[in-house]
């Protein structure tokens, strides 16, 4: 199993990005519960940003409510995060997460990861 983020770069402030996470298996995936984003900016504690059910219910951060989009794709495999109006403060390494992952492995048959975690992208907001 594999979340891969895209989409991390450097933007000046008031600028948007739009990061990627997609799932991928040795396999078909069957299932995939709530995907949500955190981020973990230097020295900080790692800060959770939105989620996204496999229903589509939605919740964000405070912190970046009304700049921050979150959204999946109709396979539900892959998620979004469109970000605008960048701060300075929105600096840090954005990673994409599966609290619940059903998939039909070729070789093992049917099989769930839990909490499984990408590997971060990195997001830069100059002032």
């Known amino acids: 199993v594999q979340l891969v983020e895209s989409g991390g770069g450097l933007v000046e402030a008031g600028g948007s990005l739009r990061l990627s996470c997609a799932a991928s298996?040795?396999?078909?995936?069957?299932?995939?519960?709530?995907m949500s984003w955190y981020r973990r900016a230097p020295g900080k504690e790692r800060e959770w940003v939105a989620s996204?059910?496999?229903?589509?219910?939605?919740n964000y951060a405070d912190s970046v409510k009304g700049r921050f989009t979150i959204s999946r794709d109709n396979a539900g495999r892959t998620t979004f995060l469109q970000m605008h109006s960048l701060k300075p403060e929105d600096t840090a390494v954005y990673y994409c997460?599966?609290?619940?992952?059903?998939?039909?492995?070729?070789?093992?048959?049917?099989?769930?990861?839990?909490?499984?975690w990408g590997q971060g992208t990195q997001v830069t907001v100059s002032t």
């Open positions: 298996v040795s396999g078909s995936i069957l299932r995939i519960n709530t």
């Open positions: 997460t599966a609290d619940r992952i059903l998939f039909r492995d070729y070789a093992l048959g049917d099989k769930e990861a839990i909490d499984f």
């Open positions: 996204i059910t496999s229903g589509g219910r939605i």
